[in-house]
């Protein structure tokens, strides 16, 4: 064990102390000594217990600590702090500009634990308010984890996407490559990608054109026979396929779908077609969109003809759940009308947070009269948009809603949403949410399982059984469109639509740009199958305003 190792060490167990708001001297000691054992010039693996007691400037108990460290590989003391915390926060600890102090300040009052859940944190901007921090520490975590994630093995579909798209262009307008298109995960628009992968003809020479672009940093560069493979801005792994320009469309296809979606087509002749609806022709099917080449449920969809319903972004007709000043958003509640109507929208649900997310700014009874009065007042000015009056409102921990019936009944719909106590097991999780959905002021349950993707995993639920219940108590479900979401998971779409409940594509913006999320949201209810029909923001400003007034009455 080097002597850095060893340093290490003592250093994570300081830092351990002083989160667990341990002797503060001890903790400064724990650092000191790391600081001091780093710096030495002779190793102290190779020193006797009796020489290590001999090394200058380091006391007694160090020097036993020392030989611990040596013997066992490790520190008791490290042990016991290490079982006192949550795998995340320690992922939290290596966040650049962090200390322990205000890691501490950000697990136990926003209970975040783990780096998505502070990524999430920042996004909606709830470090600002903080004591200790600010918008240039918000910033500086944001720029940290973003770095974190970069270097990790797997990406979001959205943090790729534009890079993705501009990788193609640059090989379209170099002409080296009469075809080129996206393939694989990303062009399935899958929530979580491992690579971004391309097909490629031959035209040119697109290895040495891609070998020498400037535009991007290119690492690790391989080629094996038709497959050229390297690392994009030094993180991001790319898949080239090469192929002439006869075989464009089969490489296309080939590489584009799962295994088991090739199988259902059996022993389809794909070889020299002309496009990809060839390749369907010949199998007697109707075009299959990339998104739902999975091989689960393309081929019901195609027997029931029912492909030409799947909804698009242009189908909806407006965006519920949003955040404003009032709770933890970015934007007042003015600006996110406003640039909501300007997208071309007919109507906005604005859902701040409810009383019991304190670290969220919940909004207390008397700002929810505010903020209607605003709302009233608003509606008559941008007329004929629309300014629903809604709340996320918390599903407590015995899974009622917050706020009293009499102050529930004043909002056109409620999103009723889990934010604490979430560590539960299946069947806690699932009967506190059909506690929620059996009220009667639940229009819309939020992200359903609470999960982050490649940060947190959502409480284990019972799809099923949430499912019917929304559908024996007329409440929509959400699909949350911020890509760290996406969440109820586009597998369940399907049940969804046949039990008879839907779907709303919300984007949970904090800020005027998180509308935009829209686009992922959309993408993943394409991958479920999701039907204009049943889509429920899809639902003109007349249609909706009748189904919030049935739901109410």
């Given at each position: ?24 001297f001890k903790a400064k000691s724990y650092m000191a000594n790391a600081f001091k054992i780093e710096r030495l010039p002779q190793p102290l693996e190779n020193m006797s217990a009796e020489e ?373 097991d299946e069947e806690k999780a699932t009967a506190r949410l059909i506690r929620a959905i059996e009220s009667p002021h639940t229009t819309i349950l939020g992200h359903p399982t609470g999960r ?32 760290n979401r996406l969440d109820v998971d586009w597998t369940w779409i399907p049940y969804c639509m046949e039990k008879g409940v839907m779907v709303s594509i919300n984007p949970d913006a904090h ?43």
């Amino acid at each position: 064990m080097t002597n850095k190792e060893i340093a290490g060490i003592f250093k994570l167990t300081g830092k351990l102390t002083e989160l667990h708001d341990g002797n503060e001297f001890k903790a400064k000691s724990y650092m000191a000594n790391a600081f001091k054992i780093e710096r030495l010039p002779q190793p102290l693996e190779n020193m006797s217990a009796e020489e290590i007691a001999k090394v200058e400037g380091i006391g007694k108990g160090t020097h036993a600590k020392i030989n611990e460290i040596i013997s066992t590989g490790t520190l008791k003391d490290l042990q016991d702090l290490l079982e006192q915390t949550p795998v995340g926060v320690l992922e939290i600890l290596s966040v650049k500009g962090l200390g322990p102090k205000k890691v501490r300040t950000i697990w136990k009052e926003l209970e975040v634990e783990s780096l998505g859940e502070l990524l999430y944190a920042c996004n909606e901007n709830r470090l600002v308010d903080l004591k200790g921090f600010g918008d240039k520490t918000q910033t500086e975590v944001i720029k940290s984890i973003e770095f974190i994630h970069a270097n990790s093995s797997k990406f979001l579909y959205a943090k790729l996407e534009q890079l993705a798209l501009q990788l193609v262009e640059t090989i379209e307008k170099s002409g080296v490559a009469e075809q080129v298109s996206l393939t694989g995960e990303i062009r399935r628009k899958c929530n979580e990608l491992e690579k971004i992968e391309l097909v490629v003809t031959t035209t040119g020479d697109v290895s040495s054109f891609l070998n020498n672009q400037k535009a991007f940093e290119i690492s690790e560069w391989k080629e094996e026979g038709e497959i050229i493979s390297f690392r994009l801005n030094n993180s991001i792994p790319v898949e080239v396929f090469l192929c002439k320009k006869e075989d464009f469309y089969s490489t296309l296809f080939k590489s584009t779908a799962t295994s088991e979606h090739l199988s259902l087509l059996g022993n389809t002749e794909i070889s020299g077609a002309s496009s990809e609806e060839e390749i369907y022709k010949n199998a007697g099917w109707n075009f299959i969109i990339p998104e739902l080449r999975e091989g689960k449920f393309e081929k019901q969809l195609n027997e029931q003809n029912k492909l030409n319903d799947i909804v698009q972004l242009s189908d909806l007709r407006g965006i519920l759940h949003n955040h404003s000043t009032y709770s933890d958003g970015v934007h007042t509640l003015e600006q996110m009308a406003t640039y909501c109507k300007e997208l071309g929208y007919e109507y906005l649900g604005i859902s701040d947070h409810s009383q019991y997310a304190v670290y969220a700014k919940g909004l207390k009874p008397e700002q929810i009269i505010q903020q209607h009065k605003e709302i009233d007042e608003l509606n008559q000015k941008l007329f004929p948009f629309r300014i629903f009056k809604s709340i996320e409102a918390d599903i407590l921990p015995d899974g009622s809603l917050d706020y009293n019936d009499e102050i529930l009944s004043t909002f056109d719909f409620v999103v009723a949403s889990i934010h604490s106590a979430m560590k539960m097991d299946e069947e806690k999780a699932t009967a506190r949410l059909i506690r929620a959905i059996e009220s009667p002021h639940t229009t819309i349950l939020g992200h359903p399982t609470g999960r982050l993707l490649l940060s947190r995993p959502g409480y284990p639920i019972d799809h099923k059984k949430i499912i019917d219940a929304c559908a024996a108590n007329k409440v929509v479900i959400e699909l949350n469109a911020n890509p760290n979401r996406l969440d109820v998971d586009w597998t369940w779409i399907p049940y969804c639509m046949e039990k008879g409940v839907m779907v709303s594509i919300n984007p949970d913006a904090h800020k005027m740009e998180g509308y935009h999320d829209m686009h992922y949201g959309t993408l993943a209810a394409r991958k479920g199958g999701l039907a204009k029909q049943m889509t429920f923001n899809a639902l003109s400003l007349e249609e909706i305003e009748t189904w919030f007034k049935d739901k109410k009455g």
